[in-house]
T-cell receptor, first 109, second 121 residues
Framework: GQNIDQPTEMTATEGAIVQINCTYQTSGFNGLFWYQQHAGEAPTFLSY??LDGLEEKGRFSSFLSRSKGYSYLLLKELQMKDSASYLC??????????WGAGTKLIIKP | GAVVSQHPSRVICKSGTSVKIECRSL??????MFWYRQFPKQSLMLMAT?????????EQGVEKDKFLINHASLTLSTLTVTSAHPEDSSFYIC?????????????????FGPGTRLTVL
């Protein structure tokens, strides 16, 4: 079977750094996506990785290791508005997107 | 990024009625659009893949006669929930794929509409 594993919930402090991990077992790999979803809203695209290494976009960075089936999303200088669910999704060999259940991130002052 | 609109944003209807939801790609053409459903505090569930000019591909367990999908043009896909019942109450979200490029390579990225919250009484 195919599955994506992410922690269900994480808590961090405003101004700090948090790393959200994602591990995957899929039939083939054609890229990994991270999305942010605020409560009651639709997901918004954050990042895409298909090669090993780190992709940096402002306060957000995403890392991929294909050999380990592992990715993380790193959020720096946390702000209260970063409180949201973060979804990891992997595109498999059939170009289907396999979605993780999401990690709910709670930011405390 | 690409902009996808969805209409209506919220709908309340009586049991047994049909509801149509529209999904539009505003600044790009999308040969493929996707329809998702999300129950409270649960993950996205792909319902179907909508292909312009051809029949939609439904995921296992999704009734194609109940959830009618029409992708009549490169910028519009519609989902009609027929004979809606209270258990169909959910957050319905569409997405459309657009090619994006970056240092990690190019790919088709799904951009989501704002979603439609359906409540069936």
């Amino acid at each position: 079977g195919q599955n994506i594993d992410q922690p269900t919930e994480m808590t961090a402090t405003e101004g700090a750094i948090v790393q959200i991990n994602c591990t995957y077992q899929t039939s083939g790999f054609n890229g990994l996506f991270w999305y942010q979803q605020h409560a009651g809203e639709a997901p918004t695209f954050l990042s895409y990785n298909v090669l090993d290494g780190l992709e940096e976009k402002g306060r957000f960075s995403s890392f991929l290791s294909r050999s380990k089936g592992y990715s993380y999303l790193l959020l720096k200088e946390l702000q209260m508005k970063d409180s949201a669910s973060y979804l990891c999704a992997v595109r498999d060999s059939n170009y289907q997107l396999i979605w993780g259940a999401g990690t709910k991130l709670i930011i405390k002052p | 990024g690409a902009v996808v609109s969805q209409h209506p944003s919220r709908v309340i209807c009586k049991s047994g009625t049909s509801v149509k939801i529209e999904c539009r790609s505003l600044d790009f053409q999308a040969t493929t659009m996707f329809w998702y459903r999300q129950f409270p505090k649960q993950s996205l569930m792909l319902m179907a893949t909508s292909n312009e000019g051809s029949k939609a591909t439904y995921e296992q367990g999704v009734e194609k006669d109940k959830f009618l999908i029409n992708h009549a043009s490169l910028t519009l896909s519609t989902l009609t929930v027929t004979s809606a019942h209270p258990e169909d109450s959910s957050f319905y979200i569409c997405s459309a794929s657009e090619p994006t490029s970056g240092s990690s390579g190019g790919t088709d990225t799904q951009y989501f509409g704002p979603g439609t919250r359906l409540t069936v009484l």
